[in-house]
């Protein structure tokens, strides 16, 4: 079984700074990859990153990045320059690497950016 | 290249009829899922399906849900005898097959309101 935890319900930040929203999970799997998705408040769901367990760096995609712990089982999303545009919900997700696995996700976390 | 198509975006039922919710998964993928969302919560797994075949309904409610995905045409998720509790937003995402790696694409949801 996979579970992924999302202590922060609500975060603040301002215009131009950069965030860390944490998430930890728990596997059994020996391989998976972990996953952050956005979800405006128009309700899609938007995949922003990926992270393989083996992957020896920790993955970036323009502002997002993901800072992975693997001994600490953590994959915490830095966003970098936060805009207006990013308040939304963030999801962390994880699935293991068999062939039948399915993505599991967290509660989530409210990212409000202000001016 | 389309997207996820899922139809329709929003559905009123009173309690008792019965909801069809379409997904229409990108091209080249064979892999279906469903979620649902209830307000304030994550995405919750449903079933798990590829072309004909139910790979993994453990999420399904045991009773008055069912899911299929045939040869031909989108897949259908089936709630019958609608009751309020079953009110949320139901999201059908899909992938190619070619491995855990790949993150999942997600439709914009259907968003079931019961009366």
């Known amino acids: 079984a996979q579970k992924i935890t999302q202590t922060q319900p609500g975060m603040f930040v301002q215009e131009k700074e950069a965030v860390t929203l944490d998430c930890t999970y728990d596997t059994s799997d020996p391989s998976y990859g972990l996953f952050w998705y956005k979800q405006p408040s128009s309700g899609e769901m938007i995949f922003l990153i990926y992270q393989g367990s083996y992957d020896q760096q920790n993955a970036t995609e323009g502002r997002y990045s993901l800072n992975f712990q693997k001994a600490r089982k953590s994959a915490n999303l830095v966003i970098s320059a936060s805009q207006l545009g990013d308040s939304a919900m963030y999801f962390c997700a994880m699935r293991g690497f068999d062939g039948y696995s399915t993505l599991t996700f967290g509660k989530g976390t409210m990212l409000l950016v202000s001016p | ?115």
């Open chain 2, 1 to 115: 290249n389309a997207g996820v198509m899922q139809n329709p975006r929003h559905l009123v039922r009173r309690r008792g009829q019965e909801a069809r919710l379409r997904c229409s998964p990108m091209k080249g993928h064979s892999h279906v899922y469903w979620y649902r969302q209830l307000p304030e919560e994550g995405l919750k797994f449903m079933v798990y399906l590829q072309k004909e075949n139910i790979i993994d309904e453990s999420g399904m409610p045991k009773e008055r849900f069912s899911a299929e995905f045939p040869k031909e045409g989108p897949s259908i998720l089936r709630i019958q005898q609608v009751v309020r509790g079953d009110s949320a937003a139901y999201f059908c995402a899909s992938s190619p097959p070619t491995g855990p790696s790949s993150g999942y694409t997600f439709g914009s949801g259907t968003r079931l309101t019961v009366v």
